[in-house]
């Protein structure tokens, strides 16, 4: 087949060099995207008397008659189309003859590429935003169902606190709501059309670049034409919100994958999301939760993989660009599927309080809220810090709680200190204290639940 753009050429392209360039491999799936370009494109020319209306109607006509046959399957894309746009532009001019070589009237494949780009890129916006909306329904529901029940807050993967499984939740919410912040801040930047700004510098044809963008539903055109085509910003930012976001389920799968181990058994992840070993009858491994903690790693490589290929290349359009979408297009795919897969598990999750009660008595969790307690009564809050280290020194010693230090000891320690002085060091009175804006206390935590709920009503449906 004859290129579309071969008139100077009088060799054909060599074959592995044609392999090589090709790009249509991959951007077949934005055939929708670029037919939907190419409408609102011919639409414009017809509107502005650059073509008849009866052509921008034979034109129109074609173009769904090609996106018909491909969806039924019958695309026969290879590589000697190249790339989506002259694989669609010659399946037309095929189809209506020669009133087809009009399309690409006042357009160049570089903004074109550009506008099947942006177009395809927001509508799988819209479904990750679906799917992370989706995510946080099933954390403030798990949320509120564990909003009473205690678990062991750790910092340095050592016992710190006592605090409640649904504050562990509502922290995981705002990271995917900063997450679904992020997207939509990206989604608004992005969504301005590049049709029209032709190879890098416009166009001397009479054309409507507000009209595209209207007809596109793009809030506006885009202000300058060598930026049109050459900006890839609108991607990076996308990579870059995967690369965040996948960072926050990659650390949340890392927790599940401690909670499920025999030394801790806090949680019972459902059969549908584990596997077995080859070798070992016993085993039921977290398999999801490890690979998704592996997925983050291709999603920060698509990020880096692009941020390399814009660097250092000049104004205005180069063909290091078509190295944009394979990443892309792999970022989309493996963020969407993780985040299904994550939120389908967490639904699928219990939490096993009676092994998590076990590990109370460990680490001395209530430590801090004893220090508060003694900087209620007046003591200095780096006083009463010291006198609790040394409580700490003296349980290690004689292998006993706070609970069972002796009145005597607790005089030696500090003079200050008597067994009434202690206060509620239960627990769950530790737990219900810390009602401080943010804190872990059930009714702090079901604050944040009302709060999170009525937020994620406001995220908008692109």
Request: net charge negative; hydrophobic share 40%; aromatic share 8%.
């Amino acid at each position: 087949m004859a290129s579309l753009w071969g008139g100077r050429f009088e060799k054909e392209m060599d074959d592995l060099v044609k392999r090589f360039n090709a790009s249509i491999g991959f951007e077949e799936r934005m055939y929708n995207e670029d037919i939907d370009g190419s409408i609102a494109h011919v639409t414009m020319l017809g509107e502005q008397g650059i073509i008849a209306m009866e052509e921008k109607d034979q034109i129109i006509a074609g173009l769904e008659t090609i996106r018909r046959r491909i969806a039924e399957g019958n695309g026969n894309f290879s590589i000697e189309d190249e790339d989506i746009y002259m694989g669609v532009e010659s399946r037309l001019i095929a189809e209506i003859g020669e009133v087809g070589k009009k399309l690409h009237t006042a357009r160049s494949r570089n903004d074109q590429c550009q506008i099947d780009s942006r177009l395809y890129l927001r509508k799988e916006i819209k479904e990750v935003l679906h799917r992370l909306c989706y995510l946080e329904s099933v954390i403030l529901e798990k949320a509120e169902k564990y909003a009473d029940s205690l678990t062991v807050g750790f910092t340095h993967m050592q016992h710190a606190q006592p605090i409640t499984i649904g504050f562990i939740f509502m922290a995981y919410f705002q990271m995917f709501r900063r997450d679904i912040e992020r997207l939509l801040d990206a989604y608004d930047r992005m969504n301005l059309c590049p049709l029209g700004a032709c190879a890098l510098a416009g166009t001397t044809l009479p054309t409507n670049r507000h009209r595209t963008a209207e007809l596109l539903g793009f809030r506006a055109p885009t202000e300058n034409a060598m930026d049109s085509v050459s900006d890839r910003d609108y991607m990076l930012e996308f990579l870059s919100d995967a690369s965040i976001s996948m960072m926050h389920l990659s650390r949340w799968a890392e927790e599940f994958v401690w909670w499920n181990s025999q030394e801790f058994s806090y949680i019972a992840i459902d059969d549908s999301y584990c596997t077995g070993s080859s070798i070992m009858p016993q085993k039921k491994n977290p398999d999801m939760a490890e690979l998704l903690r592996g997925k983050v790693g291709r999603v920060y490589g698509d990020l880096m993989q692009l941020l390399t290929v814009m660097k250092g290349t000049p104004l205005a359009y180069n063909k290091d660009f078509q190295e944009d979408k394979e990443s892309l297009f792999d970022a989309i795919d493996t963020w969407k599927a993780s985040i299904q897969i994550f939120a389908n598990m967490l639904d699928k999750t219990e939490f096993r309080m009676d092994q998590i009660e076990k590990q109370f008595a460990k680490g001395f969790l209530n430590a801090t809220d004893i220090a508060e307690h003694f900087a209620k009564q007046g003591i200095p809050f780096r006083e009463a810090h010291s006198i609790v280290g040394r409580m700490v020194k003296v349980c290690e010693t004689r292998n006993c709680d706070f609970e069972d230090l002796t009145e005597e000891e607790l005089q030696a320690i500090d003079s200050r200190v008597t067994r009434n002085s202690l206060g509620d060091i239960s627990m769950k009175a530790c737990v219900d204290a810390r009602v401080s804006f943010g804190g872990t206390a059930p009714t702090e935590v079901r604050r944040q639940i009302a709060v999170g709920t009525e937020w994620l009503k406001t995220v908008p449906q692109l």
